[in-house]
């Protein structure tokens, strides 16, 4: 079954960092647009970061200098570094592909979402 699955969400204190992954399965993830999204309850779903399959990268304005995404095609595995973590971070964060053509933080076109993997920063 062709799908994404995230981990390595949990809670931390503000400031502090998780490491989220999103191993591809029954699919090569280096060959697609790979994005991360969150929402927060009673919060529409945003982008956070994107990486092309030439590694190129996006982030939200709100992330940038905090996050980094990269991949590891050899596991095909994307990651998700969150550091300086605040608790307006706190959400469910989700991994999602899309064809290549097009690799930027809309949720539009994005076909294939993982199940999601919880992040809550405490104050």
């Known amino acids: 079954q062709v799908q994404l699955v995230e981990s390595g969400g949990g809670s931390v204190q503000a400031g502090g960092s998780l490491r989220l992954s999103c191993e591809a399965s029954?699919?090569?993830?280096?060959?697609?647009?790979i994005g991360w999204f969150r929402q927060a309850p009673e919060k529409e779903r945003e982008g956070v970061a994107t990486i092309s399959t030439a590694g190129r990268t996006t982030y939200a304005d709100s992330v940038k200098g905090r996050f980094t995404i990269s991949r590891d095609n050899a596991k095909n595995t994307v990651y998700l570094q969150l550091n300086s973590l605040k608790p307006e971070d706190t959400a469910m964060y989700y991994c999602?592909?899309?064809?290549?053509?097009?690799?930027?933080?809309?949720?539009?076109?994005?076909?294939?979402w993982g199940q999601g993997t919880q992040v809550t920063v405490s104050s």
């Open positions: 029954r699919f090569t993830s280096g060959s697609v647009c």
């Open positions: 999602a592909a899309r064809d290549p053509s097009y690799c930027y933080i809309d949720p539009q076109g994005f076909s294939l």
